[in-house]
């Protein structure tokens, strides 16, 4: 119910020495509940967000601000970008498909 109460989410991970953003969870559930996602360019979360979301470079402030406003502004925007979300989670996101992903991934592993 959380999350459907926003009109966006940003996830503005910073890398670090010893860290960057694995994959951003948050991201997912945001977009599973079709909220638009803004999110760094830190580790995974543009993989994560493909093109369901809008990606500014990390310490951008100027450009995480323009994509804020931009989808104030256009809720033409902020709809597709909620569609596309949903969409990109329900395809790649869901229980099965990660369990089937995993599965992949092991069984390449035990033929080699």
Known sequence: ???RQLDVLVVPSR??????EQFGRVAVEAMACGV??????SG???HVLGDAGLIFAE???AALGGHLVRLMQDAGLRA???GKGRRRVLEHYTQA???ADTYEVYRGIIAQ
Do not use: F, H, M
Request: net charge negative.
């Open 1 to 3: 119910a959380y999350y």
């Open 15 to 20: 890398t670090r020495p010893n860290w960057k």
């Open 36 to 41: 638009p996602v803004v999110g760094s360019d």
């Open 44 to 46: 995974e979360i543009p």
């Open 59 to 61: 310490d951008d402030v």
């Open 80 to 82: 597709e970008l909620a």
């Open 97 to 99: 498909r990660v369990a």
